[in-house]
């Protein structure tokens, strides 16, 4: 059995909204485990389930060989990073670490050990005396991070903890989060609605939307393979693009091109889907792309125009390159670099 | 800087205002330093007098009553312990109460509230022979358990407590609960702390709601050792003299300067947490 297991999972509120349907998850010791998917997917809420804060409608969760789903959230050995910290005001940044601990009948030296180990690890040793008002944002989002650590507990929940950060300190502190959940080695789950930081912090990835995982992986597993439409349009960044088109005999018609020999049995409308990045600039290319609007961002450049009648079709070209609005551009996919959904399941059908 | 004439108007405005509050109790106290014979047949004064040691040391020491068994400083001493008691309890219980209201989300708290609430139009003045009947028949008149229970619930500052629970966000409980916090430790080593400064700024209000009672303490109290000071201003000086002797103004200003002091005290040593408790909160 892994370290957390969830059974058929469901959440159903008063009001009838059903938020979580019956999700199956396992999670292993030590892993980090991110759940991403837009606002109102249902993360959030499969997230406390696991801490408590939300009662379990249907299904079961283990964790560490116990059925928890009646188990006080106090007494669950859970610790939680919220979105805007919740950090107690009125109690100092060393009060703020020692509380959980005091409550758990700890002696004082053992506490105050544990604090300033827990202080060092993330730098705060400083600021142990300020009350939380006193804090930057990052430090904040620090003192959190060391108010779960000090407990020591089976498991990290962070219930997007960056979004409330600057851009900069936000890729910051996810390499700070990362690092730091492998040097304690706690097993963790991360909800965010931000792709980025869910690829670069995952171990695992479940993308959710509407209450179901769509789908369960590897990051690279998810960006190579999406198993949906839902999938493909959600992890990529820039988004990947969608061509409405028609699969008969293993040949697929696109507006203005065609592949042939494609790898599906599937016969009938479709959506093809091809990522920014895997278009590179041929002679005869299957497509012609009329700039519209380059973005230069140095490293390289998003290239967006039109081919016929779709619009914002999106092109990675290299930085070094110089594109210019009006310009065409003959483009080709990299060999087998493109998705075909089911236009009316969202499926992936190749 | 150039005075606008606007500014002129508004400070006449508040010149005014000062002076009403003030003078009263300015001339309460000149009157209190004079000879009774003298504020007889010259009215109150506007200046000070010779009389202030005098007057102020017999109100003080001296025994009045009807049986003479009670002095002002006795009095004094009631009127506090009941203010306390009054404010102390009212506060625990609003805040309390108002913790189960927002807290515990059963399907009557609203209802409840609002019970609680409604209340207000049902002062004790209303309800004073039922709580006497209730108060007497306990066997607790003549006692300070009489004179503060029935006046310990607090609609206002049930209401007042409940408004800025309220505004707590949610995520701070649920830390806590994840930090291994019961329901009582989070009132306490929360809410309790969170709400100080409107801890103290009820507390100044209900120590002088407690004190300024009147009816309720001139029925409950018979033995005269149980007198608070406002009864006390009504009897202790008419009924011990009777038509021969002058009337004592002069005491009674110097008594009533005196009981001002044990309010404007708890004002003074609070105000810091008054003044921060209307008008912002500590988050």
Redesign the interface.
């Given at each position: 059995m892994s370290f957390l297991d969830l059974k058929n999972v469901t959440k159903i509120y008063p009001n009838g909204t059903k938020a979580v349907h019956e999700t199956s998850l396992s999670i292993s010791e030590g892993e980090f485990m991110v759940f991403v998917g837009p606002s109102g997917c249902g993360k959030s809420t499969l997230l406390r389930m696991v801490?408590?804060?939300e009662d379990i409608t249907e299904g079961d969760i283990n964790l560490d060989g116990q059925l928890i789903n009646e188990v006080?959230?106090?007494e669950?050995d859970?610790?939680?990073v919220?979105?805007?910290y919740?950090l107690?005001?009125?109690m100092n940044v060393y009060n703020n670490l020692a509380?959980?601990l005091k409550?758990?009948g700890i002696d004082k030296e053992t506490i105050e050990q544990k604090v300033n180990d827990a202080a060092k690890l993330l730098q705060i040793s400083d600021f142990l005396q300020r009350k939380p008002s006193m804090l930057s944002g990052g430090q904040r989002q620090r003192v959190a991070m060391g108010?779960a650590i000090v407990?020591n507990p089976k498991i990290f929940l962070f219930d997007e903890p960056l979004s409330n950060l600057d851009a900069k300190l936000r890729i910051q502190m996810r390499l700070e989060i990362k690092k730091l959940q492998q040097k304690v080695g706690v097993t963790s789950i991360f909800v965010t609605h931000d792709q980025v930081e869910a690829m670069t912090l995952a171990d695992r990835l479940a993308v959710i939307n509407n209450g179901i995982i769509e789908q369960l992986g590897t990051p690279i597993e998810i960006y190579n393979n999406p198993e949906s439409l839902f999938v493909a349009g959600f992890i990529g960044s820039p988004q990947m693009n969608f061509l409405d088109a028609n699969l008969n005999n293993k040949t697929l018609s696109a507006e203005n091109f065609e592949i042939k020999n494609i790898d599906s049995d599937y016969n009938g409308e479709v959506t093809l889907g091809i990522r920014p990045e895997h278009l590179i600039e041929s002679e005869n290319g299957l497509i012609n792309l009329k700039v519209e609007l380059v973005e230069q961002l140095g490293s390289d450049n998003l290239v967006y125009g039109q081919i016929k009648n779709i619009k914002d079709f999106c092109y990675r070209s290299p930085g070094n390159q110089i594109i210019k609005k009006g310009d065409t551009l003959s483009l080709n996919i990299e060999e087998n670099k493109y998705y075909i959904f089911d236009k009316s399941t969202g499926k992936r059908v190749n | 800087m150039k005075i606008k004439p606007l500014q002129i108007v508004a400070h006449i405005i508040l010149i005014i205002g000062v002076l009403l509050m003030v003078l009263p109790i300015w001339i309460s106290f000149a009157s209190s330093t004079h000879e009774n014979v003298s504020i007889l047949t010259e009215g109150m004064r506007f200046t000070l007098g010779d009389q202030f040691s005098r007057n102020y040391n017999e109100v003080l020491n001296e025994k009045g009553g009807w049986s003479e068994e009670v002095t002002a400083a006795k009095m004094f001493i009631n009127s506090f312990i009941m203010a306390l008691g009054i404010a102390t309890l009212k506060v625990a219980i609003s805040a309390m109460s108002a913790y189960a209201l927002v807290y515990y989300r059963f399907k009557l708290a609203v209802p409840i509230f609002w019970l609680i609430f409604i209340t207000l139009l049902v002062p004790l003045e209303v309800r004073i022979f039922p709580s006497y009947k209730i108060v007497s028949d306990l066997g607790l008149t003549n006692s300070y358990t009489g004179l503060i229970l029935p006046l310990v619930a607090s609609a206002t500052a049930t209401f007042f407590f409940r408004q800025f629970y309220k505004t707590i966000?949610d995520?701070?409980l649920?830390?806590?609960?994840?930090?291994?916090?019961?329901a009582w430790?989070f009132f306490i080593?929360?809410l309790v702390?969170?709400s100080k400064t409107m801890i103290a700024a009820m507390f100044i209000f209900m120590f002088v709601y407690g004190y300024s009672q009147y009816l309720w303490p001139l029925i409950m109290t018979t033995a005269e050792e149980y007198w608070t000071v406002v009864m006390g201003m009504k009897i202790i000086y008419t009924e011990s003299y009777e038509g021969v002797a002058l009337p004592r103004t002069a005491e009674r200003f110097a008594y009533i300067i005196l009981s001002m002091i044990p309010p404007v005290l708890v004002v003074v040593f609070l105000q810091k947490w008054f003044i921060k408790g209307l008008i912002q909160t500590?988050?």
């Amino acid at each position: 059995m892994s370290f957390l297991d969830l059974k058929n999972v469901t959440k159903i509120y008063p009001n009838g909204t059903k938020a979580v349907h019956e999700t199956s998850l396992s999670i292993s010791e030590g892993e980090f485990m991110v759940f991403v998917g837009p606002s109102g997917c249902g993360k959030s809420t499969l997230l406390r389930m696991v801490a408590g804060l939300e009662d379990i409608t249907e299904g079961d969760i283990n964790l560490d060989g116990q059925l928890i789903n009646e188990v006080d959230p106090s007494e669950r050995d859970v610790a939680m990073v919220f979105q805007n910290y919740a950090l107690y005001p009125h109690m100092n940044v060393y009060n703020n670490l020692a509380y959980g601990l005091k409550n758990r009948g700890i002696d004082k030296e053992t506490i105050e050990q544990k604090v300033n180990d827990a202080a060092k690890l993330l730098q705060i040793s400083d600021f142990l005396q300020r009350k939380p008002s006193m804090l930057s944002g990052g430090q904040r989002q620090r003192v959190a991070m060391g108010r779960a650590i000090v407990r020591n507990p089976k498991i990290f929940l962070f219930d997007e903890p960056l979004s409330n950060l600057d851009a900069k300190l936000r890729i910051q502190m996810r390499l700070e989060i990362k690092k730091l959940q492998q040097k304690v080695g706690v097993t963790s789950i991360f909800v965010t609605h931000d792709q980025v930081e869910a690829m670069t912090l995952a171990d695992r990835l479940a993308v959710i939307n509407n209450g179901i995982i769509e789908q369960l992986g590897t990051p690279i597993e998810i960006y190579n393979n999406p198993e949906s439409l839902f999938v493909a349009g959600f992890i990529g960044s820039p988004q990947m693009n969608f061509l409405d088109a028609n699969l008969n005999n293993k040949t697929l018609s696109a507006e203005n091109f065609e592949i042939k020999n494609i790898d599906s049995d599937y016969n009938g409308e479709v959506t093809l889907g091809i990522r920014p990045e895997h278009l590179i600039e041929s002679e005869n290319g299957l497509i012609n792309l009329k700039v519209e609007l380059v973005e230069q961002l140095g490293s390289d450049n998003l290239v967006y125009g039109q081919i016929k009648n779709i619009k914002d079709f999106c092109y990675r070209s290299p930085g070094n390159q110089i594109i210019k609005k009006g310009d065409t551009l003959s483009l080709n996919i990299e060999e087998n670099k493109y998705y075909i959904f089911d236009k009316s399941t969202g499926k992936r059908v190749n | 800087m150039k005075i606008k004439p606007l500014q002129i108007v508004a400070h006449i405005i508040l010149i005014i205002g000062v002076l009403l509050m003030v003078l009263p109790i300015w001339i309460s106290f000149a009157s209190s330093t004079h000879e009774n014979v003298s504020i007889l047949t010259e009215g109150m004064r506007f200046t000070l007098g010779d009389q202030f040691s005098r007057n102020y040391n017999e109100v003080l020491n001296e025994k009045g009553g009807w049986s003479e068994e009670v002095t002002a400083a006795k009095m004094f001493i009631n009127s506090f312990i009941m203010a306390l008691g009054i404010a102390t309890l009212k506060v625990a219980i609003s805040a309390m109460s108002a913790y189960a209201l927002v807290y515990y989300r059963f399907k009557l708290a609203v209802p409840i509230f609002w019970l609680i609430f409604i209340t207000l139009l049902v002062p004790l003045e209303v309800r004073i022979f039922p709580s006497y009947k209730i108060v007497s028949d306990l066997g607790l008149t003549n006692s300070y358990t009489g004179l503060i229970l029935p006046l310990v619930a607090s609609a206002t500052a049930t209401f007042f407590f409940r408004q800025f629970y309220k505004t707590i966000p949610d995520e701070l409980l649920e830390s806590a609960k994840l930090d291994g916090a019961n329901a009582w430790s989070f009132f306490i080593d929360f809410l309790v702390p969170l709400s100080k400064t409107m801890i103290a700024a009820m507390f100044i209000f209900m120590f002088v709601y407690g004190y300024s009672q009147y009816l309720w303490p001139l029925i409950m109290t018979t033995a005269e050792e149980y007198w608070t000071v406002v009864m006390g201003m009504k009897i202790i000086y008419t009924e011990s003299y009777e038509g021969v002797a002058l009337p004592r103004t002069a005491e009674r200003f110097a008594y009533i300067i005196l009981s001002m002091i044990p309010p404007v005290l708890v004002v003074v040593f609070l105000q810091k947490w008054f003044i921060k408790g209307l008008i912002q909160t500590e988050k």
